[in-house]
């Protein structure tokens, strides 16, 4: 079983920065998506960004231009800068892991709290 373990949440007033860091127990022996999600107070998990073993981001509209997603295939880690954070930015963000080839897996982190105050 692989754990993903993350880092970085904390309180920032708005217009602060964090950065954020999911490290995987072990490396993965196939290719892949690495993601951020967060689920805000009262609301469903949604997509933040993702990044393909490739290189390649994605990013919900609301945080283009001020949040960047990037990983570390070597160290098997994926970080999320955040810039001009925003008070609708709170919520717990989670780490995700998901094959796009075989063998097949899907794995999450435990999350970790961000908290942007006006």
């Known amino acids: 079983q692989v754990q993903l373990v993350e880092s970085g949440g904390g309180l920032v007033q708005a217009g602060g920065s964090l950065r954020l860091s999911c490290a995987a127990s072990r490396t993965f022996f196939s290719i892949n998506v690495m993601g951020w999600y967060r689920r805000a107070p009262g609301e469903q998990r949604e997509l933040v960004a993702s990044i393909t073993s490739g290189g390649s981001p994605n990013y919900a509209d609301s945080v283009k231009g001020r949040f960047t997603i990037f990983r570390d295939n070597a160290k098997n880690t994926v970080y999320l800068q955040m810039n001009n954070l925003k008070p609708e930015d709170t919520g717990v963000y989670y780490c995700?892991?998901?094959?796009?080839?075989?063998?097949?897996?899907?794995?999450w982190g435990q999350g970790t709290q961000v908290t942007v105050s006006s």
């Open positions: 995700n892991v998901i094959s796009t080839g075989r063998p097949t897996y899907n794995y």
